[in-house]
């Protein structure tokens, strides 16, 4: 959920056994897509058979920020 500040959550599924939120990516929401998902992927060891998730969720962040500044 992004507010009209640019401030929100990031919750993401799919890539882990479970979803989950990292703060530090919240806190850079203001920022950005890329910001947000550099903070959100930090550390992360994909396999080779997942890590085009990567990219994956990269470009989805972009979208979904951008639709929801549009509506906002």
């Known amino acids: 959920m992004i507010q009209k500040d640019g401030n929100g959550q990031v919750a993401v599924g799919g890539i882990a056994h479970r979803p989950w939120?990292?703060?530090a990516a919240?806190?850079?929401m203001p920022q950005g897509a890329r910001a947000v998902g550099e903070r959100l992927l930090a550390?992360?060891?994909p396999t080779h058979e997942n890590e085009f998730k990567l990219t994956l969720v990269e470009?989805?962040?972009d979208s979904v920020?951008?639709?929801a500044r549009?509506?906002?």
Request: net charge positive; aromatic share 0%.
């Open 70 to 72: 549009a509506q906002a």
């Open 43 to 45: 550390g992360a060891r």
């Open 59 to 61: 470009r989805t962040l």
């Open 26 to 28: 919240e806190s850079a």
């Open 21 to 23: 939120r990292v703060e």
């Open 65 to 67: 920020m951008a639709q």
